[in-house]
């Protein structure tokens, strides 16, 4: 769909010196290059459907690439907002305040993890005063379990077993507690 534009607007673009310039494939194209007049920013890839132009075209935005001119003066204002940017990042990383709350922030992240331990440990109802044997038992070598085989090609009709269960030793479980 071709873009048409009345007189009124077409008086009002060439006082502003701000003439549309036809794209090629426009008629089908899905997405185009819109700029802002007043910045020079760019934005490149923005989709070109009529409610979306006319969104874009009642924020201020033109339709195309920014002129030479403009889009010159807004890599000039990033790249001066950039410099800015690493300035006062520099002036803080040099500062003793960067130094102090970076202890401030490994203190507060060491009480946080510390605080979050306790809480689980109370949530499983675990001593945290207790002796690591208490919390992590561990298993003698006389208790260690043979390792079970799969039966996985056991014929239908044949009779089941079932003598072979292991047996899992109080040590090995967790203490489960119901809460009511």
Do not use: C
């Not at 690493?86 to 709350?101: F, G, L, T």
């Not at 922030?105 to 005063?129: G, H, M, S, W, Y």
């Not at 009709?157 to 030793?169: C, F, I, L, M």
Request: aromatic residues 4%; proline residues 9%; glycine residues 4%.
């Amino acid at each position: 769909m071709p873009i048409t534009l009345t007189p009124q607007e077409k008086a009002l673009l060439k006082q502003e010196d701000s003439l549309i310039q036809p794209l090629d494939g426009a008629d089908g194209a899905e997405s185009a290059a819109y700029h802002n007049p007043k910045t020079g920013q760019e934005f490149p890839n923005l989709p070109m459907d009529p409610r979306a132009l006319t969104r874009y075209l009642r924020r201020g935005l033109m339709l195309g690439p920014a002129s030479p001119e403009l889009k010159a003066k807004w890599l000039a204002a990033s790249a001066e907002r950039a410099a800015a940017d690493d300035a006062m990042v520099a002036e803080y990383e040099d500062s003793d305040q960067a130094q102090i709350d970076q202890g401030s922030q490994d203190e507060r992240f060491k009480d946080a993890v510390a605080a979050a331990v306790a809480q689980v440990l109370e949530k499983l109802r675990v001593d945290p005063t207790a002796g690591a044997e208490k919390v992590a038992p561990t298993l003698a070598p006389e208790e260690e379990f043979a390792p079970a085989q799969l039966e996985l090609f056991k014929a239908v009709d044949a009779p089941t077993e079932t003598g072979n269960k292991q047996v899992v030793p109080e040590a090995s479980r967790p203490e489960l507690h119901l809460v009511e």
